[in-house]
């Protein structure tokens, strides 16, 4: 491991090898090649699990802190790494099964890299088995985009620009593997040049309230830099969907990044079909070039803050001028390797931006905000990097979810139409913090 600007980043070894000497028993090894065409399933019994993570790359103090805390209250733990991958084409022996319409433009993919020693007791040793043998494990919502089955290949490009082809050894369910679209091993990780610590997870603790001590003795607690999410979280209003879910609702596009390094061209077939050629006017007077599947959510919300009374809080100027939708822009991180923004997929609307900066308290009403989230909207207020201009869509309303928001949390009032148990809403199985564990991977910072 080196250090690079106070990051954790895993240099020539793999996570593996920084995993916790409490790892599971030895994975079986496998003398024939993978194959079937049922999802995976989990073969063993849901276990508590907890990740430490900070926007796009964990720092060297809190990896420190975190394995502190794990060593006093007990407990396994392993470093994950996540990234965005430009994917060329998905092959079936000679064939192409999926590839770019245009030649040099790729398909942006979120990769979750995680040792076996964690794969095993969280997802199950069938899972942790097929990474063991170097081939990948792919998300269903993946899968069904492109067409892809077991056995087939990917042709991946690397941070250096090489080539890396992984087989397809196991189709499973997105909530098995935290949301991600790719699960891969440290190896395959390194030959990606995927060396960006992203969080830490930790699982086997014999008590919660003993983590919770061990990590606010550490100080881990009362970071606003540092996010934990523990499997019997509340479900979090604010949080916004995975890359395979985003891509199934709003499509998927391939993508080159421009000469400058920064901006985005996408593929024009997608482009025409989601994305209008001009700004279109929205209540308030905002206009916009934002995704078909969004419109009527974003129009329903503006006119509800015009019928509220609430014209006002809204910078239309602002909006109209550094603000909007549609945006394809490209956060390079090293090598080939980088993230695409969500503006590229036409998915949020960013206005007031000159009072709401990211990583400054943010000033939108909080009406505003519980208006957006009735209108199946999460806002970026709560992010672990505020940005209180951002509203995001997620396709499922969002008001009625009590959770200590450090912002503008939901009102009680709101409760009433999801369904309910008691007097807390219960989010779906695929909402929960286990199935949305890795949800971030292949986002790398929050627009």
Known sequence: MRRVAGVLVVALVSATALSSTQASAPIPSI????????????????TDVVSIFQ???L??????????????????????????????????????????????????????VLPTSAVAPLMGRNVAAVLATGQLVMGATTAQLRGAQV????????????????????????????????????DGGDLLGIANVTSVVI????????????????????????????????????????????KALLGEFAYKVRSNGVE????????????????????TGIRARCNATVKADLRAALQEVVDSGLSAAIDTVNANTDGGCYYPRFNRVSGNLGYLSRHSWG????????????GSVPQMDCAVVRIFRKHNYAWGGNFL????????????????????????????????????????????????VRATLFNNDGWGVND
């Not at 690397?158 to 080539?163: A, F």
């Not at 061209?265 to 079909?273: Q, S």
Request: proline fraction near 7%.
């Open 385 to 432: 990097t505020s940005d209180g201009m951002h509203f995001e869509w997620v396709g499922q309303r969002r008001d009625q979810y009590q959770y200590p928001s450090r912002y503008c949390p939901n009102l009680p009032a709101a409760l009433g139409t999801n369904t309910v148990s008691g007097s807390a809403v219960v989010a779906s199985v695929d909402m929960t």
């Open 151 to 186: 056995g087939d290949t990917l042709d991946i490009e690397s941070s250096s620009g090489s080539t890396v082809t992984f087989a397809i050894g196991m189709i499973a369910d997105d909530a098995l593997i935290g949301g991600t679209e790719l699960l891969i091993s440290p």
């Open 31 to 46: 003398s024939s090649p993978v194959s079937g065409s049922a999802l995976a399933q989990s073969l063993i019994a849901p």
């Open 55 to 57: 926007t796009s790359v």
């Open 264 to 283: 985005a061209d996408v593929t024009p077939t997608w482009e025409n079909t989601y994305i209008p050629p001009s700004r279109e006017l929205y209540p």
């Open 59 to 112: 720092s060297l103090d809190v990896y420190a802190r975190t394995i502190a805390a794990v060593a006093f209250s007990g407990g396994a733990w392993a470093l994950s790494r996540g990234a965005s991958v430009p994917m060329d084409r998905v092959m079936r022996g000679a064939a192409v099964v999926q590839q770019p319409e245009i030649s040099g433009y790729h398909f942006p993919m979120g990769v979750t």
């Open 203 to 246: 699982w086997g603790f014999p008590s919660r309230s003993g983590l919770d001590a061990a990590l606010g003795g550490q100080g881990l607690t009362a970071r606003t830099d540092t996010r934990i999410r523990r499997s019997w979280d509340a479900f979090d209003p604010d949080q916004t969907l995975s890359m395979a879910k985003t």
């Open 347 to 358: 998915q949020p609307l960013d206005t007031n931006t000159a009072t709401n900066a990211e």
